[in-house]
């Protein structure tokens, strides 16, 4: 199985709970601000995600994120850019279906970084990606989203139908708190969510409602 984890992390369970990926936001400090109170209430990974900005303000955002991931102990994903990944010293990349090669990817990532695939609803797809060199897999969209426009539905079997492939397995698409517990119990590892936080009101109190979801 490839490590879903960085060489050297301290963690030594497999990755669960919440798998959060920042807003599209322009401001650097801003950004910053609305991350850094996160990443100590038990976020498990981190995605950088940006698609608006130029390559400057993306290498400037993925440092200063790196930055902040390092002194929380949170790995850095970097979405769609293995280059800005090797950049930035992030803990891996993420890559959808247009995206690249992941054998590439994690030939010049090392066998050590988190290297992900979007599989959408698709097992057949994930079975490819992990012979590839995948080190987790993301379905979705499991329910309607404003973050992406996708016409694609996964189902809660396709999670445990994944179980077989060996590696972690994250859910995506409009997850709420509410319908994390599902999910989990379905077999989903990770939920990967943008709004359910940085929309929200409270995004301590949000973070904290998902980790609850993996309580049971």
């Known amino acids: 199985m490839n490590s879903p984890w960085p060489e050297g992390s301290a963690r030594d369970q497999p990755p669960r709970g919440l798998y959060l990926i920042t807003p599209e936001e322009p401001d650097t400090a801003r950004l910053l601000a609305r ?48 280059e800005l990944a090797v950049a930035v010293g992030a803990a891996g990349v993420h890559l959808g279906e247009d995206d ?12 050590a970084a988190i ?17 590839a060199g995948a080190g987790y ?5 499991f329910f309607p989203t404003r973050s992406k426009a996708t016409t694609r539905r996964a189902s809660p079997a396709l999670l445990t139908d994944a179980a077989s492939l060996g590696v972690p397995r994250v859910a995506i698409g409009g997850i709420t708190p509410d319908n994390t517990p599902a999910l989990a119990a379905a077999g989903a590892d990770l ?26």
Do not use: H, M
């Not at 981190?46 to 790196?66: I, T």
């Not at 990967?192 to 309580?215: E, L, S, T």
């Open 35 to 82: 991350v850094a109170p996160l990443l100590d209430e038990g976020v498990t990974w981190l995605q950088y995600r940006q698609k608006g900005a130029d390559a400057a303000l993306r290498r400037e955002q993925a440092r200063a994120l790196q930055a902040l991931c390092a002194q929380a102990g949170v790995p850095l994903i970097i979405n769609d850019d293995v």
């Open 100 to 111: 690249g090669d992941l054998a590439a990817a994690r030939a010049r990532l090392g066998t």
């Open 115 to 131: 290297v992900g695939a979007s599989c959408y609803d698709d097992l057949d797809r994930a079975r490819r990606a992990v012979s």
């Open 137 to 141: 897999v993301a379905f979705g969209a």
């Open 191 to 216: 939920v990967a969510v943008i709004g359910g936080v940085f929309d929200a009101v409270d995004p301590v109190g949000a973070v904290r409602a998902y980790r609850r979801g993996f309580a049971g």
